[in-house]
DNA sequence: TCATCTTTATTGAAACTTCAAGAATAGCCT
DNA sequence: AGGCTATTCTTGAAGTTTCAATAAAGATGA
């Protein structure tokens, strides 16, 4: 995926100046396309699961259960985009959908007039309540069963890692978009 | 996301033989957010980096990668499926489209007249060659480059053993469909 | 051989995401 | 106040993915 497209092979003695591009080293690349494997198959296990017992997307679970969390479990539309990593856009057909279904409500923002409040539902809560065991059970038995404690504490530094290098707030931000 | 939708507190104590869900210990939901996170941004960051560079999103990207490495630069649609682990359905798709731009071009299958060959172009090779360098930076800049390599060792381990928890090739398998 | 079951791949519709554009309000500066 | 810019959120269209259904050919077995 990363590595040279087969073959280009060429440079690899030359002590360029310009350093040509660095590729991947034969163990990076096979980390990389093992961590490929693992959120491709994840994401597809975890949406199928809660498409059949929630009726949704394993994001827009996501959004409900932050909203769980919230106080008056009530989010500013822009801050539950940040906290889900997701953009404003995608937020709005998101919370739309699950508006239809019953499991959110928007209220104004009693502060800004601009502003909108996502609320969860009662229904929504209940839903909740009635799912979570199911996901908990299969995040559980795709991943924390599988790994020692120790994998697992280093498996979520090395995520965090990644992840904090990845929203410099600057430059264009996806979620202001 | 994965532990009880908030308050529903309750069992904790009793030892009951029927065992309520065992909710994610604060580690471990700390873990998991930060997994969600990290595939969420990369995710993104990637899809924008390669569409912005190569005019397609990262999946399609490594299909066209996944066809440069095969032998004569072409393989049966299933069998791309598989490595990509994606359904055949998506693949369909996805093929359709970068047939659309020249990237890639179907063959009939000579040893078995339902099959299809995806073959890499001589644009699609020659566009890789072009992309490649910017999306192999892309990535070292937002894991590599920030991971030591005791961390990316173990990162890989993890995502292997997630990924092999996740393809039991039994029940029904996504990519069959 | 025929019937049947399986495998391969595609298709169209519905659901979801992205992208660019736009409406409304807030905030700032003179 | 007035004018300008920034922020918040939504919208529609285009692109992508999922899901269920289907066509075509291989495989199996009486």
Avoid at 98 to 103: C, D, F, H, T, Y
Wanted: glycine letters at 6%; aromatic letters at 6%; one cysteine or more.
């Amino acid at each position: 995926m990363t590595n040279r497209p087969a073959e280009s092979a060429a440079a690899a003695e030359a002590p360029e100046a310009e350093a040509g591009p660095r590729w991947l080293t034969e163990t990076e690349q096979d980390t990389w396309r093992a961590y490929m494997h693992a959120y491709t198959l994840l994401e597809d296990h975890l949406d199928r699961q809660l498409q059949r017992d929630a009726g949704m997307p394993h994001i827009y679970y996501g959004l409900l259960v932050q909203l769980s969390e919230a106080p008056r479990r009530r989010m500013r539309m822009t801050e539950l985009a940040q906290h889900a990593k997701i953009t404003r856009s995608r937020l709005s057909h998101a919370i739309a959908r699950l508006e239809r279904n019953g499991w959110v409500r928007r209220e104004e923002c009693p502060s800004d007039k601009r502003g909108q409040l996502a609320v969860l539902t009662e229904e929504g809560f209940a839903m909740l309540g009635r799912s979570a065991p199911g996901h908990v059970a299969a995040v559980r038995a795709a991943v924390f069963d599988r790994l020692t404690p120790e994998q697992a504490a280093q498996f979520g530094e090395a995520c965090r890692i990644i992840a904090s290098g990845l929203q410099p707030a600057g430059a264009d931000v996806p979620w202001l978009r």
